[in-house]
């Protein structure tokens, strides 16, 4: 299957070229030519598969120029890290809501699913396109994308890996999780300013052609890890059909029952990835998008107007701080047939003016696929309340972002099909909040983690609880101005 940026659909790559390369020479993102069927009987032979044997048959009627052989190896080696065998277990809440967990790997975060793979998959790229050079992973986080590369490309042979982070936005587990990181071939900087800022300062190192050429010389090339990478994305899609098969197993849907998925996200690559297995034949009937306080995709889903310019705010669910979502660009151009010129266009607008608006056909095709809806904090730790005492069911602050939406969606609709929550992350990687919804009592936050396991009966997980005493390794952090030459530094001298 051949690949093409979201700018330009005429020049194609191969898979292992689109995930070398990470973003496309033109600042596009590559998405494959056409997409794969997922057909009823497929699905009933998937039933009967493991996990990982169910990746490396989704992953691979993507990437056909890796071998079933080696996808089958690379799974079995990223997912054997997982704490159940299930690796995405889907939780019965209550009849009509069922909840994907997406935290059972070794940073508690559904970046894992496929942070986890993407080093196998990006070593075997090199290989298959003949690259000797070492190839640096840039990376901007908004809390869990950056814990979840280190741990995958630690220490992996002919890697580098320089993640940023928000000096303010992300939780304090979450930066502990990444500066404490192990590993002789990583490096982690805060940056002072949001997760926009650190974004938009590796986009534009990935596109200085004279540091491209600059680290050519020394043999270190650029890739990334964000899902603006096709390899991150890809394996997404795997569980979100596995979810599927495990409804059909466990009874609460029939052959063929079309489902909804509710995800929360602020990059739009989770949701995205629902979206490209809905595309593949998936029964999925609506996908609804949920939001925080910076709801910028809620008003984008709604009126087709996308407007970057407004207010930021640091909420509960920092993962989701973000107005400038790299993979609605991958949705434009589905939604628009693959129309490169008309992207490109929109793209340079946000760029220049920070907002665009799409026109009402478009905006219509759009709102025919997504619901879309946001909360604040105060709604968020009220659901998370609500879910515990009626359904003991224990949920971080963005998958109650989720909730919250999804009970105000069925309010509003009526629509009150069998629905998978994405739950993307530990309720314990965000501690302080989760307790702050169930009690009322004051608790420094060094004791949140354990008040919280007290109180829910829920065990702390181990790579959580593990980092007490740990050795912080990284502390320095750059104006976003200066990261091009944190990364300069880093890598040449």
Not at 385 to 394: G, Q
Not at 469 to 493: C, H, Q
Request: proline content about 4%; hydrophobic content about 40%.
């Amino acid at each position: 299957m051949d690949y093409v940026s979201t700018r330009c659909s005429e020049k194609r790559v191969e898979s292992a070229r689109a995930i070398l390369n990470g973003i496309a020479p033109d600042g596009g993102l590559y998405t494959p030519v056409s997409l794969p069927t997922i057909h009823s009987s497929q699905l009933t032979l998937l039933r009967t598969k493991s996990y990982e044997e169910r990746a490396a048959w989704i992953i691979g009627s993507f990437l056909t120029d890796f071998t079933s052989e080696e996808l089958a190896d690379f799974a079995e080696k990223a997912y054997s890290r997982f704490d159940t065998p299930a690796v995405a277990p889907v939780v019965r809440c209550s009849d009509n809501t069922h909840i994907l967990e997406l935290s059972h790997g070794p940073t508690c975060a559904f970046k894992d699913m496929a942070l986890q793979i993407l080093p196998y998959l990006l070593t075997a790229s090199m290989k298959k396109c003949g690259i000797t050079d070492d190839v640096t992973i840039l990376v901007a986080t908004s809390g869990d994308t950056g814990k979840a590369a280190l741990e995958g490309f630690a220490d992996v042979p002919g890697t580098h890996i320089i993640v940023f982070y928000p000096e303010n936005g992300v939780s304090d587990i979450q930066k502990l999780q990444m500066v404490t990181q192990s590993g002789e071939n990583v490096k982690v900087c805060a940056v002072k300013g949001n997760f926009d800022d650190a974004q938009t300062g590796v986009k534009k190192i990935f596109a200085n052609g004279d540091f491209a050429a600059k680290l050519s010389e020394h043999a270190i090339r650029l890739s990334s890890a964000n899902s603006i990478n096709w390899g991150r994305l890809v394996p997404q899609i795997v569980y979100y059909v596995s979810a599927y098969c495990d409804l059909l197993n466990n009874g609460t849907i029939r052959e063929g029952e079309k489902i909804n998925v509710c995800v929360p996200t602020g990059n739009f690559g989770n949701i995205l990835a629902a979206y490209f297995a809905k595309r593949m034949g998936l029964p999925i009937e609506r996908l609804i998008c949920a939001s925080n306080a910076n709801n910028v995709l809620t008003e984008f889903l709604e009126t087709g107007h996308y407007n970057a310019k407004r207010e930021f705010f640091t909420t509960t669910s920092p993962s989701m701080d973000i107005l400038v979502s790299s993979n609605v660009e991958r949705l434009l151009f589905e939604m628009t047939e693959h129309d490169g010129e008309a992207v490109a266009s929109l793209m340079r607008e946000l760029n220049t003016e920070g907002s665009y608006t799409l026109s009402a056909e478009l905006t219509e095709r759009i709102r025919s696929v997504f619901s879309a809806g946001y909360c604040d904090d105060e709604a968020t730790l009220q659901c998370i309340r609500r879910y515990f005492d009626e359904y003991h069911y224990l949920a971080d602050t963005h998958t109650a972002v989720a909730l919250a939406v999804l009970d105000e969606y069925r309010a509003k609709t009526g629509d009150d099909r069998v629905t998978v929550v994405a739950s993307t992350a530990s309720p314990f990687k965000f501690a302080p909040d989760v307790l702050r919804a169930l009690s009322d009592e004051p608790c420094a936050q060094t004791e949140a983690a354990g008040k919280l396991s007290a109180i829910s009966g829920a065990d702390i997980p181990a790579p959580i609880r593990d980092l007490a005493g740990k050795p912080v390794r990284f502390t320095e952090s750059v104006e976003k101005d200066d990261m091009l030459a944190y990364v300069t530094r880093n890598l040449i001298g």
